[in-house]
């Protein structure tokens, strides 16, 4: 029998037609059954060398127009194109955050915050929730890293007016933290991101250290510089056990925009140009020694390599690699 795809849709009409009248019957017997919205615990859990590290899910935000944010010196058309020709809406785009919870044996490290409670309401800031169902609580934590000092990063620091990691120290990037606390944001267009550092991360500072390129967080995690999406971003080397992974934060803010033209401007980034030239120099890197990296706004669980491809470079997510 010759199945052509006019056949096959016909047979799938035939059959729905054949089934509707007995649904019918059922649904007219009995109450319709609600949608369940809950949202099930989101992590990733994998081992390098002796580390134990979870990536935790912040949540996701659906944004619109994809070109207000990436190709911004790029025509519509050719934006479009990209998004297109990688099966991915025009119109609108999914923002995934993923914090990193490292387990060294000695010390539990936490990069980054999420959103927080400011961003419950929009279906992010769900960090706390996902480290509690990984089996962790907050009070275990002793090291929380912050890449960078932008509000997705931060927001989690503070639940209410007390810290939400209360027997934890603090680590950033000493050119970071003096851009972002300085009274010269005000009037700027940096002045919200001020207000927010004022507000989540200055009442830590007693508690704070401050990191550049090349110093040792704890031993087996290595701070590197990664300048341009913000003044003092920052990315880490973890090593364990002979292996090695990449945490790259916010170098690459998606994985076709970012990845596949890492020229192209990107409206969150502080210095373009310089973010572009950071982004191909890490990126070009991961590549050429095959490390697996966990990049912050990847799609979730946000693990995964690249190789070089065309202009830029082709994300592949991480499926069992880590798991053998």
């Known amino acids: 029998m010759h199945l052509s795809r006019r056949s096959i849709f016909r047979l799938s009409l035939a059959g729905a037609t054949s089934l509707a009248a007995p649904q019918i019957l059922v649904r007219a017997a009995q109450a319709e059954v609600p949608m369940a919205a809950t949202r099930p615990a989101a992590f990733k859990r994998f081992t390098l060398g002796d580390f134990e590290i979870t990536v935790l899910s912040d949540g996701h935000r659906i944004v619109p127009d994809p070109r207000k944010i990436f190709g911004t010196d790029q025509s519509e058309e050719d934006v479009r194109a990209l998004l297109d020709s990688n099966y991915l809406p025009v119109d609108k785009m999914q923002f995934t955050f993923a914090p990193t919870l490292v387990n060294t044996g000695e010390e539990l490290v936490l990069f980054d915050t999420g959103n927080g409670e400011g961003g419950r309401e929009g279906g992010v800031g769900r960090t706390l929730a996902n480290l509690e169902a990984s089996g962790y609580n907050p009070g275990q934590v002793t090291v929380v890293v912050l890449t960078h000092l932008h509000g997705d990063h931060v927001g989690g620091l503070m639940e209410g007016d007390q810290p939400a990691f209360p027997n934890a120290r603090y680590v950033t990037g000493q050119v970071e933290y003096d851009f972002w606390t300085s009274g010269d944001r005000i009037g700027t267009g940096a002045e919200n991101g001020h207000k927010t550092v004022m507000t989540k991360v200055a009442p830590l500072a007693e508690k704070m250290s401050f990191v550049k390129d090349g110093d040792s967080v704890v031993s087996g995690i290595t701070a590197m510089a990664a ?18 992974l990449l945490l790259t934060a916010d170098t690459a803010n998606h994985f076709v925009l970012s990845l596949q033209r890492p020229d192209w401007e990107v409206v969150f980034d502080t210095d373009k140009a310089m973010a572009a030239k950071t982004r191909k120099a890490v990126f070009d890197m991961i590549a050429t020694d095959r490390l697996p990296f966990i990049g912050y706004h990847m799609p979730f669980p946000s693990v995964g390599f690249v190789e070089k491809a065309a202009e830029g470079y082709r994300f592949i997510p991480e499926t069992y690699q880590l798991d053998l």
């Open 227 to 244: 300048f341009g999406h913000t003044p003092g971003h920052m990315i880490y080397a973890l090593e364990s056990g002979g292996r090695k």
